[in-house]
């Protein structure tokens, strides 16, 4: 049961233009939200959160949108940069409960040069 | 580099044995996570650890069972290894396991079972 879903397994980006990735929930007890990226051969590392009183987060170049009533969030990055290729999870946890995180499949970014 | 270290990298062994993969978290941290990366899956949350007491279970299988030690590092010991559990396996730590908390990411070791 994947309670936390990224539909689309791979995106490909110009440099410089907006990347958004999509990330789907079914659990409506989960009140945070993260990203993280992940290199190969390298753990996930936090990218950027949000928590669900809020319906955006900015960081830089980075910017989660929280859409509660659709159970869903993106993440916008722009411009974005050919460093910026790698592979994107999405996560969730319900802070009443365990602190576990639920991860999406991950979407696989390749920004073109 | 997170900080978290996990050994060993690369772990080959056949159906039916035994193995143990090592964490240390992070200087001052006093929980560890331990997650499953199968192919093409998301990380599936196992165990999580506070000061050496269990804290969290996610869909660990009876075959697997972990610990964290007095020195705060951790160990996840699979057991009858089937082909099935061939995986990625991270650990992770944070500061107190509490609900603001990063979780801060080792490398992972990459389990084959032949």
């Known amino acids: 049961d994947q309670q936390v879903k990224q539909n689309s397994p791979s995106l490909s980006v110009q440099e410089g233009r907006i990347s958004i990735l999509n990330c789907d929930y079914t659990?409506?007890?989960?009140?945070?939200f993260l990203w993280y990226k992940k290199y190969p051969a390298e753990g996930p590392t936090f990218l950027i959160s949000?928590?669900?009183?809020?319906d955006k987060n900015e960081d830089g170049r980075f910017t989660v949108f929280l859409n509660k009533s659709a159970k869903h969030l993106s993440l916008h990055i722009v411009p974005s940069q050919p460093g910026d290729s790698a592979v994107y999870f999405c996560a969730a946890s319900a802070r009443t409960g365990a602190n576990n995180l639920f991860f999406g499949t991950g979407t696989r970014l390749t920004v073109i040069p | 580099d997170s900080g978290v270290t996990q050994t060993p990298k690369h772990l080959i062994t056949a159906t039916g044995q035994r193995v143990t993969l090592r964490c240390s978290p992070r200087?001052?941290?006093?929980?560890v996570y331990w997650y499953q990366q199968s192919l093409d899956q998301g990380l599936q949350f196992l165990i999580h650890y506070y000061n050496g007491e269990e804290r969290a279970k996610g869909n660990i299988l009876e075959r697997f069972s972990a610990q964290q030690f007095p020195d705060l590092h951790s160990e996840l010991n699979l057991s009858s290894l089937e082909l099935g559990d061939s995986a990625l396996y991270f650990c992770a730590s944070s500061l107190s396991g509490g609900a603001w908390d990063e979780q801060f990411f080792g490398p992972g070791t990459r389990l084959t079972v032949l």
């Open positions: 949000i928590s669900s009183i809020k």
């Open positions: 659990n409506s007890m989960f009140d945070y």
């Open positions: 200087s001052g941290d006093l929980s």
